[in-house]
Nanobody, 121 residues
Framework: QVQLVESGGGLVQPGGSLRLSCAASGSIFSMLVMAWYRQAPGKQLELVATITTGGSPNYADSVKGRFTISKDNAKNTVYLQMNSLKPEDTAVYYC???????????????WGQGTQVTVSS
């Protein structure tokens, strides 16, 4: 069973930067498709970014050009570098993982506990 632990959230001023980390265990990390989601108060869960087993990233339009998803297979860790932060980015950010088998991706999602990001003056 996959276990995920996020860290790196906090309070930052508009225009500032944060880097979130997600450490994975309980599976072969290189076989996981990883993603970051976020949920703001009163809002639905939003997909922020994904990264394939081969390292190809995809981003939501709202963060494209500002956020970067990456991973380090040796450390079993996925990162979300967030630059030029806006108050609209304020949310709880969740790490997500899905197992792969060849070209197949599991429908079962694994979730971290979440880390709070607050962008405010």
């Amino acid at each position: 069973q996959v276990q995920l632990v996020e860290s790196g959230g906090g309070l930052v001023q508009p225009g500032g930067s944060l880097r979130l980390s997600c450490a994975a265990s309980g599976s072969i990390f290189s076989m996981l498709v990883m993603a970051w989601y976020r949920q703001a108060p009163g809002k639905q869960l939003e997909l922020v970014a994904t990264i394939t087993t081969g390292g190809s990233p995809n981003y939501a339009d709202s963060v494209k050009g500002r956020f970067t998803i990456s991973k380090d297979n040796a450390k079993n860790t996925v990162y979300l570098q967030m630059n030029s932060l806006k108050p609209e980015d304020t949310a709880v950010y969740y790490c997500n993982a899905r197992e792969t088998r060849g070209t197949l991706v599991s429908a079962k999602n694994y979730w971290g506990q979440g880390t709070q990001v607050t962008v405010s003056s």
